[in-house]
């Protein structure tokens, strides 16, 4: 199989993606949490830190914190439970599956189409009436052609040139409806 000078697919990592955008706001909402939690209940930690109980417990909830933070089994099934609830509230608001996506998009094109077959039915419907109104002009132009040679030969030389003169417009007239269609 031949290769294509920089056509490498690099697949986007998580944060690229919708859900990591998703994931990016609760992150930064989690940690605005934190901080506002140690700031508020900080008089109580201190509080604690003042018997032996309390920096027994303070020192037991730091050293889970610290242990979670560096095994690589606990960070890899926090990461992955982190990112599937992220692509969870992500898949409420944005359809981010690929077949859904195609789904919608056929939906959309057939919604489309519809569209067009309304649009070409009134075409036609149109395309009909500029058919008739030619018609009518044509049938008109060969009655006010007759009237304008009736007229000549009878001598009445006004009659003559408004008949004809109406014949020349609805030409013209045809003529501009050809040119559209």
């Not at 031949?2 to 986007?12: D, L, S």
């Not at 949490?33 to 201190?46: E, P």
């Not at 009518?136 to 007229?151: D, F, H, Q, R």
């Amino acid at each position: 199989m031949a290769q294509f000078p920089n056509t490498e697919f690099k697949p986007k990592s998580f944060w690229q993606k919708p859900e990591g955008k998703t994931g990016t706001l609760f992150l930064l909402a989690i940690i605005g949490g934190a901080g506002y939690l140690l700031f508020k209940y900080s008089a109580a930690i201190l509080g604690m830190l003042t018997n032996l109980t309390g920096i027994i417990i303070l020192l037991g909830v730091l050293g889970v914190i610290i242990y979670m933070v560096l095994d690589p089994k606990v960070r890899t099934l926090v990461s992955y439970f982190y990112k599937s609830v992220m692509r969870w509230i992500t898949g409420i608001f944005v359809t981010i599956d690929p077949i859904g996506i195609l789904k919608n998009y056929i939906s959309d094109l057939q919604d489309n189409l519809e569209k067009m077959g309304t649009q070409i039915g009134n075409l036609k419907g149109q395309m009909r009436k500029l058919v008739t109104i030619v018609d009518e002009n044509n049938k008109e132009i060969n009655n006010s052609m007759l009237i304008a040679k009736k007229a000549k030969e009878q001598g009445n030389e006004s009659a003559m040139v408004l008949a004809s003169r109406k014949a020349a417009r609805l030409k013209e007239s045809n003529e501009k409806i050809h040119s559209v269609t």
